[in-house]
């Protein structure tokens, strides 16, 4: 038999910060490092990136799309980096398939999530030779505030009741089901976790069948 110890349980910690200002990233590894003692695990999931008319965007919301998602994961991997290297660590990206199969209103996002993936496979090419693993879940839609809104707004427009705007909702995006946070969640706990030792700069679609692309 063997014999199994407590794990040091912590209680977590709130940090609020807006991700788009540069000094945020230190700030955020900052206070992690004083809560926790050490950095094993950075997820990057943040970014509601706007969503319409290519023609419509001004210079600004597409800044503030890349300053957001990209900017903001981009600093934060560069400032733990050592620390995850000491520890063999993981990062994990959460990014969007339309990263890989963008749609017509979807040029920012498209875009910043393309860039996303690109920094995933470029830091999982350096963390071969230092130590941390680097990879990507891109979800489809996902039951999220956000998702709640497009129904919302789906029943207001085409005057019908939420399960069929669900359903409407669904067949646009041409998947199996909308997704759960907890599809994601546990999909990432796997990626993060010694059974997924071998996924280094791996792109994971998780998206109910949305992605097309080869």
């Given at each position: 038999?063997?014999?199994?110890?407590?794990?040091?349980?912590r209680?977590?910690?709130?940090?609020?910060?807006?991700?788009?200002?540069?000094?945020?990233?230190?700030m955020?590894r900052?206070?992690?490092?004083e809560?926790?003692?050490?950095?094993?695990?950075?997820?990057?999931?943040?970014?509601?990136?706007?969503?319409?008319?290519?023609?419509?965007?001004?210079?600004?919301?597409?800044?503030?799309?890349?300053?957001?998602?990209?900017?903001?994961?981009?600093?934060?991997?560069?400032?733990?980096?050592?620390?995850?290297?000491?520890?063999?660590?993981?990062?994990?990206?959460?990014?969007?398939?339309?990263?890989?199969?963008?749609?017509?209103?979807?040029?920012?996002?498209?875009?910043?999530?393309?860039?996303?993936?690109?920094?995933?496979?470029?830091?999982?090419?350096?963390g071969?030779?230092?130590?941390?693993?680097?990879?990507?879940?891109?979800?489809?839609?996902?039951?999220?505030?956000r998702?709640?809104?497009?129904?919302?707004?789906?029943?207001?427009?085409?005057?019908?009741?939420?399960?069929?705007?669900?359903?409407?909702?669904?067949?646009?995006?041409?998947?199996?089901?909308?997704?759960?946070?907890e599809?994601?969640?546990?999909?990432?706990?796997?990626?993060?976790?010694?059974?997924?030792?071998?996924?280094?700069?791996?792109?994971?679609?998780?998206?109910?069948?949305?992605?097309?692309?080869?």
């Open positions: 038999m063997r014999a199994i110890s407590a794990v040091d349980v209680p977590p910690i709130d940090v609020a910060v807006d991700l788009r200002v540069p000094m945020a990233a230190p955020v900052q206070r992690a490092i809560a926790f003692g050490r950095i094993d695990i950075l997820v990057n999931c943040a970014g509601a990136v706007k969503v319409g008319d290519f023609l419509a965007f001004s210079d600004e919301e597409w800044d503030d799309g890349f300053a957001l998602k990209f900017a903001a994961a981009r600093r934060l991997a560069a400032v733990c980096w050592k620390d995850l290297q000491a520890v063999s660590g993981n990062i994990l990206n959460i990014v969007g398939s339309v990263g890989r199969t963008p749609g017509p209103d979807y040029a920012i996002c498209g875009s910043v999530n393309a860039a996303m993936l690109a920094l995933t496979k470029a830091l999982a090419a350096r071969v030779h230092e130590g941390v693993r680097v990879n990507a879940i891109n979800p489809g839609p996902v039951r999220t505030d998702h709640a809104q497009r129904i919302a707004q789906l029943v207001r427009e085409r005057n019908v009741d939420q399960a069929q705007a669900e359903e409407i909702l669904r067949q646009s995006f041409g998947v199996t089901r909308v997704g759960e946070p599809d994601i969640a546990e999909l990432a706990t796997f990626v993060v976790s010694d059974r997924a030792k071998r996924l280094q700069g791996s792109l994971i679609d998780c998206d109910g069948g949305m992605t097309k692309t080869i």
